[in-house]
């Protein structure tokens, strides 16, 4: 299987490499980059060092280095294929299943009865002897541009075009002049009517006959244009031409300057405009139709003509990871016309899900702070007040994948939407796509600003500095979630509190597995609706008083019989993995030494507790019949455990139920992985008794490092919630 090489290029460069690595060897930020021990070679100094920004990876003591291709395939032991299919699942992007979907396209001699570049045409207004010089220019500008193109073949798996010799070959001279295309007038008869009104109803669509030059034949242009074309150089010529426009359309530039942007934002950006004329791009570039065509800047109307997407609009050139052109939005000059913003259509080298404008540009300044916002002047008018970080969606909301990969760049990520109706409900999506992806070390943020404004009138109107003050005092994720979800329910009454909460838990759903935060922001949340203590708390002091005898285990069996979905996320598996244990780090002789059995978590049956293992085996068995209602579904979960199971349980659940839902109890999260801890610290000691017992120094070892990490992560829990909880108020 074949597979183009810009789509391997976009794979690796969305790929979310920190966290591909992160499951096998624990890194830690390093400035601008993360290291930890290699995972290639046991060593005690980290020297393994993976740099995001580029997305590769690099280990200083036994020299491996690569992307997360090659990661995948070295020491997941994937082929080249499963690891490409794997990153395409990450990261949504598709992997073309024909070989013929690439970056080329064949280039064709244009029809002789079509009409000639508008490039070759005199003006009527211009001397004789300039008319010769700049037909002479056509030609030097058509030969160079051929053998650029035969050069660029070459260097076709680089999948880039050299800039300087580019600029050297089609100067800014060689574009046609403004009136080549303002006097064209051009037939709206053929051609879509609903995305433009023109007043150009008077010809065929081509350039009259006095802008003609019959002397210049197509033929002679360009003698050998049937080779194969590359999509990439085509969108750079193209993008060349737009600028050019925008220089010589003084209308154009004049939207933009009013906008209070400078000559060198112009060229940061390569800014642009698409000049009237249905036609135009067919004109410049008359052996690429089929690869405008491709890229969705030509399209055809309902009677068989073609025309060009973007017509009398200011050009934002959209940028690859890589810096290279890969599509266009373009603006209305008037907002009177409608859509006011269009996108080029997706392309093999342009997909709108993947890309973030202004992503390219923020990188080139090593941005560190990162801000999600709403459009391409937002973007524009941060990074020319120097507020690097600002990119933006193209015209979707912003993805999973996106935000995991800004998220790996700085763990505080920010989101600036209008203050409007449109602009909060789109806050509120991003924030609902970014829950999974937001681990105890991530952190989201939201930033309205005031009076309506959004980032590009707000730096207008107050400058960079009051922009950055703005910035710092973004609204915390769980604060926005409170004021958000708070003025859509009624607060004075009950059912309003009801209804919040029970929302607050569904979006708490979604965090990764193991999060400490989704206990906490219920508890949070809860207190501010007027709990005065915490959930947990609550809880156990509920088993206290229902029966202060039972065992840790059948405190647990009840607790999982009320909350049967917290097995979804298999407790254990989330202890194990935030205690660090999953990721224990041995010697290296040890290690070689362990069996493998010594080294993977502990599951349910190792704690042999026959009652336990009946409760939870039957439950995950049964998750996707169970009804709603918790007391029907503890019932449902009763009528499958084993007769000596159900007895025990049936006795106490009643009286449990009846104590947990007096008390408000609306979780028990927090308690269960409580309860769960004390399983297995007990469990891992009672195997140090017994290693002791009957030596084996190398499962001894590994237990008392594991036991170390859950003690020191038990710890931790303590603190962090010791710090969370509030005092009864008197």
């Given amino acids: 299987m074949s597979i183009p090489n810009h789509i391997l290029e976009q794979l690796n460069s969305q790929a979310d490499l920190i966290s591909i690595i992160g499951k096998h060897t624990t890194l830690k930020r390093a400035g601008s980059e993360y290291k930890g021990c290699c995972p290639f070679h046991g060593e005690k100094s980290p020297s393994f060092y993976v740099n995001p920004q580029k997305n590769i990876y690099h280990c200083f003591g036994c020299s491996v280095g690569g992307n997360a291709i090659s990661f995948l395939r070295d020491y997941e032991n994937l082929t080249f294929i499963e690891a490409v299919n794997e990153l395409s699942k990450q990261t949504g992007i598709e992997v073309p299943k024909e070989e013929q979907q690439n970056v080329s396209y064949q280039r064709r001699t244009p029809k002789t009865n079509a009409p000639p570049p508008v490039h070759n045409v005199p003006s009527p207004t211009i001397e004789h002897s300039k008319v010769n010089q700049d037909g002479a220019n056509q030609d030097n500008y058509q030969n160079n541009r051929q ?58 669509g081509y350039p009259p006959v006095w802008l003609t030059d ?121 907002d009177e016309v409608k ?32 801000l999600v916002v709403e459009g391409y002047m937002d973007v524009i008018a941060l990074y020319q007040a120097g507020i690097y970080g600002a990119v933006a969606s193209m015209g979707t909301a912003i993805n999973e994948s996106q935000i995991s990969r800004l998220l790996t760049l700085n763990p505080t990520l920010t989101l600036s939407f209008d203050g409007d109706s449109a602009g909060q409900k789109a806050a509120w999506r991003t924030l609902e796509v970014a829950l999974p992806v937001l681990a105890d070390d991530k952190e989201l943020r939201f930033l309205t600003l005031p ?25 915390p994720l769980s604060q926005y979630i409170f004021a958000y979800l708070s003025e859509r329910y009624d607060m004075s009454l009950a059912e309003g509190k009801a209804k919040l909460m029970s929302q607050v838990r569904s979006l708490t759903t979604a965090l990764p597995k193991g999060s400490s935060f989704r206990y906490l922001l219920n508890n949070d949340v809860y207190q501010k609706l007027g709990g005065r203590r915490s959930q947990n708390v609550e809880a156990k002091d509920a088993l206290l008083d229902f029966d202060g005898d ?63 293992l009946d409760i939870v085996s039957t439950i995950k068995r049964c998750l996707n019949y169970l009804p709603k209602d918790a007391n ?47 399983l297995l610290e007990r469990n891992m000691k009672k195997k140090i008794q017994e290693l002791i017992q009957n030596p084996d120094h190398i499962k001894l070892a590994i237990v008392r490092k594991q036991t170390q990490l859950l003690n020191d992560w038990l710890r931790a829990q303590q603190a962090e919630q010791s710090a969370q909880m509030v005092t009864v108020q008197s």
């Fill in 147 to 204: 053998d650029s193109h035969q050069n660029n073949v070459v260097q076709n798996d680089q999948n880039y075009i050299d800039q300087s010799s580019y600029d050297d070959a089609q100067g800014y001279d060689n574009f046609p002049p403004l009136e080549a295309y303002d006097s064209a007038s051009y037939s709206m008869g053929s051609y879509p009517s609903e995305l433009y009104s023109s007043n150009h109803t008077d010809d065929d």
């Fill in 214 to 334: 019959n002397d210049i034949s197509i033929a002679s242009i360009d003698q050998n244009t049937d080779q194969d074309g590359n999509l990439y150089e085509l969108l750079e010529q193209i993008q060349q031409f737009y600028q050019h426009n925008l220089h010589t359309h003084p209308h154009a530039k004049q939207y933009f300057l009013s906008r209070g942007l400078t000559e060198e934002t112009f060229e940061t950006f390569g800014l642009g405009y698409a000049p009237f004329g249905w036609q135009h791009l067919e004109h410049q570039f008359p052996q690429d139709i089929e690869g405008l065509k491709a890229l969705g800047l030509v399209r055809q109307s309902e009677s068989g003509r073609d025309y060009d997407l973007l017509r009398d609009r200011v050009i934002f050139p959209i940028r690859d990871n890589q810096g290279r052109t890969i599509g266009f939005g373009g603006r209305a000059l008037d």
């Fill in 339 to 370: 859509p006011k913003y269009i996108n080029s259509s997706d392309s093999p080298v342009f997909h709108k899900q993947h890309v973030l404008y202004g992503y390219y540009e923020s990188r080139q300044q090593r941005a560190n702070d990162w």
């Fill in 451 to 475: 009076n309506n404004h959004d980032p590009d009138t707000f730096i207008k109107s107050q400058g960079s500095d009051a922009m950055r003050e703005q910035i710092s005092q973004a609204m």
């Fill in 550 to 612: 039972m065992t840790i285990s059948q405190q647990l069996q009840l607790c999982f019989l009320f909350q049967p979905r917290a097995l979804i996320d298999d407790p254990i598996e989330s202890i194990w993995q935030q205690s660090g244990i999953n990721g224990l780090h041995l010697p290296a002789h040890i290690k070689q030494k362990a069996s493998l059995d010594t080294l993977r978590p502990l599951a349910w049956e190792d704690l042999q507790d026959a009652a336990l």
């Fill in 632 to 678: 029907a579904a503890a019932h449902f979960i009763l009528s499958n455990v084993k007769p000596a199971t159900q007895d025990m349980l049936s006795r106490n659940w009643g009286g449990f139920y009846k104590a947990l839902t007096a008390r408000n109890i609306l979780g028990l999260d927090g308690l269960i992985e409580e309860l769960v801890s004390q």
